[in-house]
């Protein structure tokens, strides 16, 4: 497609059970990241994929958040056991090449945890 | 690790009028800073993007601006329309050279007509 497609675009998940954020990349951009974005704040960075390799994940916040790229196209993070604190936006970006292009973001998935 | 305080949080302008963002950061070596748009319920979109080996950089009505040495970097935009009020986030990377990035925490625009 045209841009990075994220689905679902809302998603409300009673505490306790484990949530799936899908993203859809740019056909043939090699680079993709996560990032969270809180209510009133700017993104911050979850993880990075370089195809299908995972090459930085020091910004998930804790072991509950899981996120995998298996054929270097479509990836999916995983949230188990939710709290309330997960609550937020969840945005997906990739990039062809960063210095030249920059990212480019999806819309995003609002999680809310209640 | 890298920090980036972005500074004002709100402005309002009359149409027409100049705004700017500035941001500071802490890294060094940092070397990439884009500057990213974000309208209600999308995602970021780029705008215009700066490296540490230029000093400013022009598209149309937008420009940035960089001092390496006071780790500082500003947003400009003239002539100011409605279509400008979003909020708008700058950024840096973590380190020299790599993929993540640390951005402000935003400022709201606000053009009136």
């Known amino acids: 497609g045209a841009g990075v497609s994220q689905s679902p675009r809302y998603k409300v998940a009673k505490r306790g059970q484990d949530v799936a954020l899908r993203c859809d990349p740019i056909?043939?951009?090699?680079?993709l990241f996560w990032y969270q974005q809180a209510l009133g704040q700017g993104p911050e960075f979850l993880t990075y994929?370089?195809?299908?390799?995972?090459?930085?994940k020091s910004g998930l916040p804790s072991d509950r958040f899981f996120a995998e790229r298996p054929e270097g196209s479509v990836s999916t993070l995983k949230i188990q056991r939710t709290q309330q604190e997960d609550s937020a936006v969840y945005l997906c970006?990739?990039?062809?090449?960063?210095?030249?292009?920059?990212?480019?973001f999806g819309s995003g998935t609002r999680l809310t945890v209640v | 690790g890298e920090n980036v305080e972005q500074h004002p949080s709100t402005l309002s302008v009359q149409e027409g009028d100049s705004a700017v963002i500035k941001c500071t950061y802490s890294?060094?070596?940092?070397?990439?800073f884009p500057w990213y748009k974000q309208e209600l319920g999308k995602g970021p979109q780029l705008i215009i993007d700066i490296r540490s080996n230029v000093g400013e950089k022009k598209d149309q009505r937008i420009a940035v601006t960089l001092n390496k040495t006071a780790k500082h970097f500003s947003l400009h935009i003239t002539e100011t329309q409605p279509e400008d009020s979003a909020v708008y986030f700058c950024a840096a990377t973590a380190q020299g050279g790599s993929e993540k990035l640390v951005f402000g925490k935003g400022m709201k625009l606000t053009v009136n007509p």
């Open positions: 970006a990739s990039s062809l090449n960063r210095d030249l292009y920059g990212y480019t």
């Open positions: 890294d060094s070596a940092s070397n990439y």
């Open positions: 056909s043939g951009h090699v680079s």
């Open positions: 994929f370089q195809n299908e390799a995972q090459l930085d």
